[in-house]
């Protein structure tokens, strides 16, 4: 699978992304990107929003479709869905005004809000809760027993900015003693590599081409499992260790939107998690949205980031 040696092409990403968004004539609004109203511009004639992939983009294009079609539905003026194929993208889409919405985990939205005036309008709940876990999963015939088996092992994270397929698993090493504090993977793992989705690091491990991947619970567990993986492929798999108190994923917004379209759109969303969440599941296997406190919704990702040393930077290089 030759997405499994991407690396980390955040870089062609965005650029891509952005020659994209100015070839489709985006009616985005333009203009000064400060936080509050004085960066504030007329709304614009359609909404685009972007989704973070988590699965193979072509996979969700479908569903993230339909769910834009309900929204338009809802909002009265046009919707169009875009799905990047890197985590990079959707962050610049949401950044540069080419999206006004975006469905994000914690880690790309405080990238996002760092350079833009973005605020959280909606966060996912999954069995009653706005967190999770992140998992390590190695293969069911697997001899690895804990962590520090994983010692000189093929490690599939998910991405650079993904919480529980990356940061949170480095944070539990570091908390552990394997990896020292402000330390590098690849100093504990033989190989390292950013397998773009939580799908497909776990089919890494599947077809042998790594030892364990990192991911989030509701890949290998719960009543949407079968988003990213057939019950088949996941009895050949194993949970080794879980990290908890993730973040869970977010809907992100353009602040300098009227605060009567952020309504809309907000409210757009909520009722699709109503009368359609299986729309909202076949996406990303959310249950629900709901309303946050922002400041606590990312606090644990904001504290990851400062134990494990991976400065916002560092995640676009």
Not at 256 to 278: C, G, H, Q, V, Y
């Amino acid at each position: 699978m030759s997405s499994l040696n991407w690396g980390r092409p955040w870089v062609l990403g965005v650029l891509a992304w952005v020659l994209i968004g100015c070839q489709s004539g985006s009616s985005a609004p333009s203009g000064p990107d400060h936080h509050g109203a004085a960066g504030r511009t007329a709304d614009p004639e359609r909404i685009v929003i972007a989704f973070q992939r988590q699965k193979n983009p072509a996979e969700v294009e479908k569903s993230a479709q339909e769910v834009g079609a309900y929204l338009q539905s809802k909002i009265g003026i046009p919707v169009e869905v875009k799905v990047p194929t890197t985590f990079a993208a959707s962050v610049q889409a949401l950044v540069s005004g080419s999206a006004q919405v975006a469905y994000l985990s914690s880690v790309p939205y405080l990238l996002a809000k760092r350079d833009a005036p973005v605020g959280i309008l909606l966060a996912e709940e999954r069995s009653g809760k706005t967190e999770y876990d992140g998992i390590f999963v190695v293969s069911r015939t697997s001899s690895i027993e804990d962590l520090a088996g994983l010692k000189g092992k093929r490690m599939a994270f998910t991405s650079a900015t993904s919480m529980s397929g990356y940061l949170a698993p480095m944070n539990q090493l570091i908390e552990q003693g394997l990896i020292e504090e402000n330390g590098k993977p690849e100093s504990f793992f033989g190989k390292v590599f950013y397998a773009g989705g939580y799908d497909l690091a776990l089919r890494a491990v599947l077809s042998g081409q790594a030892d364990v991947a990192a991911v989030s619970d509701y890949t290998m567990e719960g009543p949407t499992a079968d988003v990213y993986l057939k019950p088949d492929e996941r009895k050949n798999l194993r949970i080794l260790a879980r990290v908890p108190g993730v973040p869970s994923h977010l809907v992100a917004v353009r602040t300098n939107l009227s605060p009567e379209l952020r309504t809309k759109i907000k409210n757009a969303l909520l009722d699709l998690s109503r009368e359609k969440p299986e729309a909202l599941i076949q996406v990303y296997g959310a249950t629900k949205l709901v309303e946050v406190d922002e400041r606590a919704h990312v606090r644990t990702a904001e504290e990851t980031l400062r134990r494990t040393g991976v400065p916002l930077d560092g995640l676009v290089k």
